[in-house]
């Protein structure tokens, strides 16, 4: 799918079907993962290649063969706004089937994160970030939010490579004991997270749908001081896979 004759006329070939990969830390990571790139572009070849020589030797080489350097106003215009790094690329996204299948795979060494209807597309990229990075099997966003939207992948660093990101209705989740987290919940610090489990987290405005309230199992609650009204989406997801992981799960290998 290359095209390293003209890689402008490639990004317009196939931006509207792949997934922009923006500045050198989402591509560093796309690549690491395993994510097929057709098209990478920069503004300054010998800088992102230093950054790959300091960041990520693992992958310098492959990003060597890459990278295609293009005058600065050429990169502008390809991207929503300019990357610090000036470096982007376009990644094939994975199948939902593919997807599918491994978020519905048993037994699960480690638990999927379900976003109930998210709100902010940064949160989610946040949250997608922290799920790769504690090795959990996939994210799961119910409602309109698109998980793949190009800011929710800004925010995750390319990282929804790492792990697997789709969209379902709440009859669609993966099988495994469901734990909501809830203020009305049991304390998490008495309960052992299995590893199979389905943690779910509400809206940053509303808290849980009554239809995933419907279907959980357990409904669990984060410690926090009196009059303090909740934990950011992102550190509440945080707090849960940590406490997973401390009491006997572990990041996959």
Known sequence: MN???DPVRAW??????CVLLDGFHALKHAVRFGAEVPVAVTADRRAALALADELAPDVRDTLDALLSEVPQGTYASLVPRPHPTAVAALAVRPSREANLRTLAHAPRGAPVVVLDQPR????????IRLA???????????????????????????????????????????RG????LDPEGE??????LPDDAVLAFGSERSGLS????ARTDHLLALPMRPQVSSYNLATSVAMTLYHWSATGGAPAP
């Open 187 to 192: 304390d998490i610090r008495g309960v052992k």
């Open 3 to 5: 095209d390293p004759v």
């Open 210 to 213: 009554a239809a995933l309230r």
């Open 177 to 180: 004991p469901l734990f909501a």
């Open 12 to 17: 317009h070939r196939l931006a509207g079907t």
């Open 120 to 127: 902010n597309l940064g949160n989610a990229g946040a949250v």
């Open 132 to 174: 790769a990075g504690f090795g959990a099997t996939g994210v799961v966003t119910t409602g309109t939010l698109d998980p793949w939207h190009p800011t929710v992948v800004r925010g995750g660093a390319g990282l929804h490579f790492a792990t697997a990101v789709e969209r379902l209705g709440v009859d669609e989740l993966p």
